[in-house]
């Protein structure tokens, strides 16, 4: 009996230890700015890095000023935003008693549509009842609560993991809510998300200064096409359902090995544009008739939000007059035609998947997102040249 207690006890500090092997395996990006000087510094503007951190002052969105810091639920119910020492909370009241608090302790999102929140009870994380809504400066109803004061909504590691490299699970496979290590983390959709842990690569190149090639590091440039795709769709390609552990697929794997991808055709017209990039795009013809990948149009280290002209240029590096295909409304659309192709070909749409529900209102209000189904939209075009003549 003794015996068995003891190997069950071994074989659970042999899984922490192999877990803590894992997270050794990171570097975390300040690494790499010793030799990545000019890299670093542009990739932690994006909103791959931001999209989760440890909450403070300098990162949370939203006011917890009075008179800007809550959200009525009904006349007599409200949840604050509030400050105490330099550690900001969620407080509900009813009839101006408090009845429940929770801190904020860690952020989820850039804040470039919204910000919802999480805080640590023992090791396990829940979702805080209040998110910032950008597009309205507003504090609004956690997306998907319904319209009541939520404070155990549990995070699992399959969100986790969209918008993080690295959180530890210190739960057994299959229980949940899950347990996570509080220290070993990763925050942000970081390098090492799509470059694989690095402090193997990192260690060499310290010893062997006059290493000239990249050693013990995934280059996504040597990818096949499908590859890069897949690197990117592990997280923008919508709703997958998992068949390994979060956190097991890596740059370059086989996204199939780790989920079960549902590959009956789909109507784009039901695709919602909600983080489903690569479906939408697929669809389109342009990347149906060319090599087209993510990273045709987008360079993954850079923040280029609203950098239009630069987007049009890489449309125009397949579509010009050289090649006989340029745009069929260039006459009517007049010079300014390179300095904009998208708000034509890729309009911003409502999303129906991120919607929130605002103060006293029982209709959702949606967020725009840029839709890439490349295509012809007549009512865009219309809007364009209208805004465009004044
Ligand atoms: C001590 C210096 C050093 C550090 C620290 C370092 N690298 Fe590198 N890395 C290199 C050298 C040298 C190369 C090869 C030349 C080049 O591509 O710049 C390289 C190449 C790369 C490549 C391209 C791979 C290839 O095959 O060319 C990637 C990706 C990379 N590093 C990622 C990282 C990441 C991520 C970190 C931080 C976790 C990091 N590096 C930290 C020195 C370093
Ligand atoms: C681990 C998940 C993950 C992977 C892998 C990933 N992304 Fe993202 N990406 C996100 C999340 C989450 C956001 C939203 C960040 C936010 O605003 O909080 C995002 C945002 C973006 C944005 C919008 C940036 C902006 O300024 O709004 C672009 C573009 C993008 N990703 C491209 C890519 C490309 C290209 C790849 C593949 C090379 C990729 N992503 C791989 C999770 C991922
Ligand atoms: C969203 C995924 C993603 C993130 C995050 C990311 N990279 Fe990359 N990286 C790529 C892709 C894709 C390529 C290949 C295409 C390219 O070079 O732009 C690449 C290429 C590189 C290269 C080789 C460049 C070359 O010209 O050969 C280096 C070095 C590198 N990354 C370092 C980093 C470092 C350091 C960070 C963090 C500070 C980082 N990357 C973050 C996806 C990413
Ligand atoms: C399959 C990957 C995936 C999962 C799972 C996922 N997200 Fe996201 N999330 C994204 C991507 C990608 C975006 C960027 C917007 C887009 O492309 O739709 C995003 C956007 C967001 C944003 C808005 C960021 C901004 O500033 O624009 C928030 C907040 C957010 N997610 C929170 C969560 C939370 C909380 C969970 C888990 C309960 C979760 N997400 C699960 C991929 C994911
Ligand atoms: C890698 C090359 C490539 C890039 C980049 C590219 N396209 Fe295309 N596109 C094609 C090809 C090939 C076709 C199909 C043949 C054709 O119409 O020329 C196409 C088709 C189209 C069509 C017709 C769609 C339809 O359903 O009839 C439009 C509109 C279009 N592209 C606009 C754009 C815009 C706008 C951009 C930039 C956001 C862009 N393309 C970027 C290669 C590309
Ligand atoms: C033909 C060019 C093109 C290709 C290819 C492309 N994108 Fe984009 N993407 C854009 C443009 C243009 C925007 C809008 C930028 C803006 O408004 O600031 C954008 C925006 C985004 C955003 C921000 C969403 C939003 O609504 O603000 C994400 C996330 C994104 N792309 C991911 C991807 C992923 C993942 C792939 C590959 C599956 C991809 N893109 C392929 C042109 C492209
Ligand atoms: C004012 C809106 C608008 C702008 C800006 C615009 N387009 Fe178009 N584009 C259209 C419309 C509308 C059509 C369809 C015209 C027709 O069929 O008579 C079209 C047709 C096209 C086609 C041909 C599709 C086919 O049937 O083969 C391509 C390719 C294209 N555009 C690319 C571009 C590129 C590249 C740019 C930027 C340099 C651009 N467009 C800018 C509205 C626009």
């Keep these: 009996m003794f015996a068995f207690v003891q190997c069950i ?20 990006s300040l690494t790499c700015a010793k030799c990545h000087q000019k890299i670093y510094d542009s990739h932690i503007q994006t909103a791959h890095y931001l999209t989760s951190q440890k909450a ?61 929140f999480l805080y640590w009870d023992k090791n396990k994380l829940f979702q805080l009842p209040l998110t910032y809504f950008t597009p309205l400066h507003q504090w609004t109803n956690s997306p998907g609560f319904s319209n009541r004061v939520i404070f155990r909504r549990p995070i699992t590691s399959r ?28 925050y942000g959709v970081d390098c090492e998300k799509c470059h694989g842990p690095a402090a193997q690569h990192v260690d060499f190149h310290e010893k062997n200064p006059n290493e000239k090639k990249g050693q013990y590091i995934i280059n996504p440039n040597l990818f096949t096409r499908k590859q890069q795709l897949e690197s990117c769709r592990v997280c923008h390609g919508g709703k997958i359902a998992k068949t390994k552990p979060s956190f097991s697929f890596q740059a370059g794997d086989n996204l199939s090995d780790y989920f079960a991808i549902d590959t009956t055709a789909k109507d784009v017209a039901n695709i919602d544009v909600h983080g489903n990039q690569y479906g939408m795009m ?87 997102m840029r839709a890439h189904f490349i295509s012809i939209y007549p009512e865009e075009t219309k809007k364009f040249l209208a805004a465009n003549k004044k």
Aim: proline fraction near 3%; hydrophobic fraction near 25%; charged fraction near 25%.
């Design 9 to 28: 006890n071994n074989g659970a500090n042999d899984s922490k230890q192999k877990e803590n092997k894992k997270f050794k395996e990171y570097a975390g």
């Design 56 to 116: 403070s002052e300098k990162n949370i969105k939203g006011s917890s000023k009075d008179g800007e810091n809550k959200f009525f639920y009904s006349s007599n119910v409200d949840v604050a935003v509030e400050k105490h020492n330099d550690q900001f909370y969620q407080v509900e009241y009813k009839d101006a008693v408090k009845k429940m608090s929770a801190s904020i302790d860690i952020t989820v999102g850039s804040g470039k549509r919204g910000q919802t």
């Design 159 to 186: 969100c986790l993991e969209c918008h993080s490299t690295y959180f530890q699970k210190t739960s057994n496979e299959g229980i949940e809510p899950e347990d996570f290590s509080k220290t070993n983390i990763v």
């Design 282 to 368: 697929v669809a389109s013809k342009c990347f149906k008739m060319s090599e087209m990948t993510c990273g045709t149009c987008h360079n993954p280290h850079e923040n280029e939000t609203g950098k239009i002209t630069t987007f049009s240029h890489h449309c125009m590096s397949c579509h010009n007059e050289a090649h006989n295909n340029f745009c069929k409304a260039k006459e009517m659309v007049g010079k300014q035609i390179i300095k904009n192709c998208i708000d034509c070909h890729m309009p911003e749409l409502p999303s129906k998947s991120v919607m929130v529900l605002l103060q006293g209102q029982s209709i959702p209000t949606f967020a725009s």
